[in-house]
């Protein structure tokens, strides 16, 4: 069975600052995806990948194979970024995802 | 907005009670995913549907709940006798299903509480 570590569980950061939020995985996998929930429940899947890097807008993530370890970051943080940040393991021997816990990340203006 | 459409979005009910899910997925989606969320915890697996097949259920699953995709569209859930332990957010998840590895699209999840 995968178990998907996040950390750190709870991170409060002023704006602007660089934030970086990590995941390890304990068996080979098919992907990671990284995802943002807010509140209230909604969804929303940000990046999927199953090596090297992706970028989109103010989001990074990465991920090493070897390592079996992925991480999130986000540049010049704003305040609409605060929400739990979600990273999920697709394969390893299950169907569907298996998912961290979940880092709530607070952006104060 | 997904997507992915979920039915009620919340739903209070009593212990022992019945209660169904609707879960709409993104019309073109062959897989269709069921999750439970309880508070302060990642999502966590239910069961997964390929088209009407139903391919895999969790051991979180019990004999009390059951999950239909008539059709292969939308798909329901139907916890019976329900235990204040049920209360969760139940989550639906598409995907197009044609790799082995796709984005899944959430819907905005069914919060049940159970009194």
């Known amino acids: 069975k995968n178990e998907v570590e996040q950390s750190p569980q709870n991170l409060t950061a002023q704006e602007g600052e660089f934030i970086t939020i990590n995941c390890s995985y304990s068996v080979g996998i098919s992907a990671l995806h990284w995802l943002q929930q807010h509140p209230g429940g909604g969804i929303v899947s940000l990046f999927m990948l199953s090596s090297g890097k992706k970028k989109h807008g103010r989001l990074i993530a990465t991920i090493n194979i070897q390592e079996k370890h992925s991480s999130l970051h986000i540049t010049a943080s704003h305040p609409r970024d605060s929400a739990v940040y979600i990273c999920a393991a697709s394969g390893g021997g299950a169907d569907g995802l298996t998912f961290g816990k979940g880092t709530h990340l607070i952006i104060q203006p | 907005d997904t997507g992915v459409s979920q039915d009620p979005r919340h739903k209070i009910t009593k212990r022992g009670q019945n209660v169904t899910f609707r879960c709409d997925p993104i019309s073109e989606h062959n897989r269709l995913y069921w999750y439970r969320q309880t508070l302060g915890q990642g999502p966590e697996f239910l069961t997964y549907f390929q088209n009407e097949a139903q391919l895999e259920k969790s051991r979180l699953l019990s004999d009390r709940f059951s999950a239909e995709r008539p059709k292969g569209s939308f798909s329901t859930l139907e916890i019976q006798r329900t235990e204040q332990g049920d209360s969760a957010m139940y989550l639906c998840?598409?995907?197009?299903?044609?790799?082995?590895?796709?984005?899944?699209?959430f819907g905005p999840g069914t919060r049940l509480t159970v009194l």
């Open positions: 998840a598409s995907e197009i299903g044609r790799y082995s590895t796709d984005t899944q699209y």
